[in-house]
């Protein structure tokens, strides 16, 4: 798995239906991860930390409903995008599963176009940088479409992990990502790297932002981890 591949959480208990859209996520260069269960995608969820959920409404033991209501009452999980798969069409089920927090609601039988363009649309909100948005933080621009990125106007040099380094910390300025979660977004589970690569990391993406002048915008939080502004 690449580490610049956003993640979806398939969770759809009939077999056809969750390869079908397994695949096409996968066409479209997402990474997938796949669950039949209710049970079984809160424990994929913790593993994978995927970037939007596919969840169906009707499911075996833990329903559709209560995965989107615990994954939504827990800090760590109430930003990631859900979209609520569901054969019900009337508006009262609608009104429920966006009331539950679910961000979209699709009804069954859909469009496999049309729900790659949702995934996609909450991605927007969600990884700006993995559809090929241009990011902007003070006077730092990131485009990550031709892969640039200009500070005052003027061209920043980096390599492919300080540019994965700083989308991750543009796409949300202010947070504050421990080493860890930099190695899982950056690098990728696949891969060990040393905690302590995350530094020597960072110390080049400074040195690159600061080499015109002007201020270090990246910013150490001791005991936690870093963050920009």
Sequence with gaps: MSADQPRVLVVEDEPAQREVLAYNL???GFSVAKAENGDEALLLFEENQPDVVVL???????????????????????????????????????????????????????????????VRSQLRRTRP????????????VLDSETHKVTRGEKPVKLGPTEFRLLSTFMEKPGRVWSREQLLDRVW????????RT????????????????????????????????
Excluded: F, N
């Excluded at 940088?129 to 730092?140: H, K, S």
């Design 129 to 140: 940088a993995t559809v090929g948005q241009r990011l902007e933080y003070g006077d730092i």
């Design 198 to 229: 995350v530094d020597v990391h960072i110390g080049r993406l400074r040195k690159a932002l600061c080499q015109h002048g002007g201020e270090d915008p990246v910013r150490t939080v001791r005991g936690a981890g870093y963050a920009l502004g």
């Design 26 to 28: 996968e066409a479209e």
């Design 56 to 118: 169906d409404w009707m499911l075996p033991g833990v329903s559709g409903i209560e995965v989107c209501r615990r994954l939504k009452s827990k800090p760590e999980s109430r930003a990631v995008p859900i979209i609520m798969l569901s054969a019900r069409s009337e508006e009262v089920d609608r009104v429920r599963g966006l009331e539950t927090g679910a961000d979209d609601y699709v009804v069954k039988p859909y469009s496999v176009v049309e729900l790659m363009a949702r």
């Design 188 to 195: 990728g589970r696949d891969i060990y790297v040393d905690t």
